[in-house]
């Protein structure tokens, strides 16, 4: 249960966290990594911690023990909007878009919020091109005039990965991406991720998913949390062979 000796250095770690709500201890003494150009996952049981990490790693959520790290720097005294201009993005587990404005108006607004110097003169055409860009790859050009309160669930969360997209990050948490997506809007996310981590500044991806076919697919390392406590972390294969892992979660759910 040693994260890969192999992996590269991590663009964004958490070492040794603890969380308590009151009696209840969300996380304890929890520690993972995400190496740079990797899809690497977090999951458990429902109510494990996943989301509580996610809110930790991007400043939502104090701890009572242990620190953040983003490229080797200590950033647990950091506020939600530095760890955002420094490159970590996420997405939530309910869709959170500008539901009045179209596809391709989200994409817009994120990129501006994120691009410190305004949208005149090679502000506005490096706008263009990232929002462009990211259009193309996650074939968003049939729906970039629609309203995103009218989008189904599949093609919200694609817009959502979008937003995230379009702030350039070194580092991606997405929280259940894969959560109301069919069998097929499954497999073209799955495709879409691995483009989205090709390439020299790709960002790496942190992924806290119930879909353990999307998981084990995409991903080259996870972490299993039960109870707030990591129970296992490795490769797909030792993670769907752990007895511990199978008991506490792998159980309930189907694994391809
Ligand atoms: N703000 C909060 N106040 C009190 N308890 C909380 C709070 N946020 C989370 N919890 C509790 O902490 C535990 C971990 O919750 P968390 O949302 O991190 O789980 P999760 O692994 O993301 O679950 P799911 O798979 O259902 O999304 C749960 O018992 C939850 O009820
Ligand atoms: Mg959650």
Known sequence: MSPDPLAPDPVLS??????????????????????SGRIVALIGPNGAGKTTM????????????????????????W??????????????????LFTRLSVSDNLVASWESSHRGGVFGRGRSLRQERVHQVMELLNLWPIADRLAGELST????????GRALCTDPHVLLLDEPGSGLDV?????????????VRGPSA????????????VMEVCSA????????VIACGSPEEIRNDELVRAAYLGDVSVA
């Open 54 to 77: 996610f809110n930790v790693l991007t400043g939502l959520q104090e701890t009572t023990t242990g620190r953040v790290r983003f490229n080797g720097a200590d950033i647990s005294g």
């Open 203 to 214: 960002p790496a991806v942190l992924l806290v998913e119930h879909d353990m076919t999307l």
């Open 14 to 35: 958490a070492e040794d966290v603890s969380v308590k709500f009151g009696g209840l201890s969300a996380l304890a003494n929890v520690s993972l990594q995400v190496p």
């Open 154 to 161: 599949g093609q919200g969360r694609m817009v959502e990965l």
């Open 222 to 229: 996870l972490t299993v949390l039960d109870f707030g406590k």
């Open 79 to 96: 506020p939600t909007y530095r760890r955002g201009r420094a490159g970590i993005a996420r997405t939530f587990q309910r869709l959170a």
């Open 184 to 196: 097929k809007e499954t497999a073209a996310f799955c495709d879409v991720l691995r483009t989205v």
